[in-house]
Structure formats: C-alpha cells, structure tokens
C-alpha cells in the first residue's frame, strides 16, 4: 500500500525549477534512497513533502489524504516525520528526557496526556527501551550535550522514531559522521525498520550507503527524477555515473 504519493510535484525559485514535475510513490515497509548531484533539487522535494515549502504545482497525498497547505506540525502529527526536523534534540535535557519529549508530543496528538495512569513510569520505561534499541542505553542519563556527535544523530532518529512515523524521511542521516561510524547508525536504522511497517526515505550522497541500506532508489537531477528502480540498475545507468558518480 502506498503511504505517500507525489504528482507532478513542482518549485519554482523565480525562473528555477528545482522541483520538476516530480511523481513519486512509496510503500509501507519500503526503505528508498534519494540520490543527485549538488543542487538537483533533493532537499526541495522533501521539504515540500514536510510542508517547509509549498509547491507551485502539483499534488502530495499522505495515507490517502490529500496534503494541500497542511502545516508542518499536522503532517507530524500525522505520521510525516523528519529527522533533524521534528522534534529537536534538547541540549540541556538527558537521553532519556529528550526521548520522552518526543513520546509526549505523540501522545498529544492522540490526546491521551492526562488519561494515562501511570504516564511518567510508562513514558520512561518506552524511552529506555527505545535508547536500548539504539544502543544510547548506557548514557540515557547523559545530558545530550556531552554525548558524541554520531551519537547525537542516533538520538535523533531515536526520537524522531518515538513518533511513530508512518514515513521518517532523513536528509543524509551520516553527515558529518566518521565513515567508520557511519555503519553503525545505518545499521541501528536498518534494524528499527525491518520491524516496523514504518516507510523510510533517506538522502544521501555515499553511494556505498545507498547499494547497502536502499531497496529502491530514486535519482534526481535538475529537478527532475531520472530514474526510479532497484538500487543495482540505478547506479549502474549511464546518465547516473555521468552526472551523480562522476567523481569515481
Ligand atoms: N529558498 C530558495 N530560494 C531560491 N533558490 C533555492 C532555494 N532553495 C533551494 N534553491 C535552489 O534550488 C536548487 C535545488 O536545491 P536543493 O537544496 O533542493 O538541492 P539538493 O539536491 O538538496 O543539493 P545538495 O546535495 O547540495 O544538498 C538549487 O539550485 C538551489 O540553489
Ligand atoms: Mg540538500
């Protein structure tokens, strides 16, 4: 089942398009790469997803809901979630603080705050199961500021995962992150997913992360998709090695 489609999904930047008629689809349970050469339009596209942009044409529709300038806390609330964006890792707070702040925003969305009996136990207990998954358990009363940079990112998504996303979408998730580290984030992820139906759409410019962790990959370029399919045939297309892989 598809959780979210675009059609024709177009920005314009006065005379630029950076998003070029773009139709996309992604289903429940699918991990999709976003590739592209500085400036294709990437970050655009998801932040018109999020509801940061808004598009000059074209549609968006999330759980078969169509998504015409919702702002970006209902489409959170909703289950469109992105990492980095929503919600944010709190500097002065713990691990485990930080993951329940997340667990607090989705339970007011369901509105359940003041129903839930033994709300401070269970949240706590859900925040150090989920740090635990994520391996953060060891530094769950950490304060956030004092903990490595990788780990952060792996806070990060931990909290955006507390959400309980229908689809988390991460913009180059590793950045900044050592190569030997990189791994190990990708992995908790991958871990986390393949046991949720949660979609994952992540952008990343390591093409060594793309052929491991994508199932499918998009590529983008000047705005538009120029090809959609099995992370394999995509990074072996001419126009991709020209225009994304070019450097290798
Ligand atoms: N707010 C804006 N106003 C004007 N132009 C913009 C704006 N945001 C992005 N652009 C332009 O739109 C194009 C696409 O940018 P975008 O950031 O989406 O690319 P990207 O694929 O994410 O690139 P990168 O890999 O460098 O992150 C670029 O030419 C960029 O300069
Ligand atoms: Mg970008």
Known sequence: MSVLETQKLTKEFGDLRAVDEMDFEIGSGEIVGIIGPNGAGKTTFV???TGVLDPTAGDIVFNGRQLNGSPV????RAGLVRSFQIPRVCDDLTLVENVRSAILS???RNNSLFTVLNWENDTRAEAIALL???GLADQQEAYAEAIPHGDKKILDVCMSVAMRPKLLILDE????VATENKYAIMDRLQNYFETSDSAVLFIEHDMELIADYAE???A?????KIIDGSPEEVL???TVKQRIRGEE
């Open 73 to 76: 806390h209902d489409r959170a």
């Open 132 to 134: 635990d998954e994520f």
């Open 236 to 238: 072996e297309d001419e």
């Open 216 to 218: 499918r990959v998009v």
């Open 220 to 224: 983008m370029d000047q705005g538009r």
């Open 47 to 49: 932040n018109l997803l």
């Open 106 to 108: 989705r339970e007011q």
């Open 173 to 176: 998730p590793t950045s900044g």
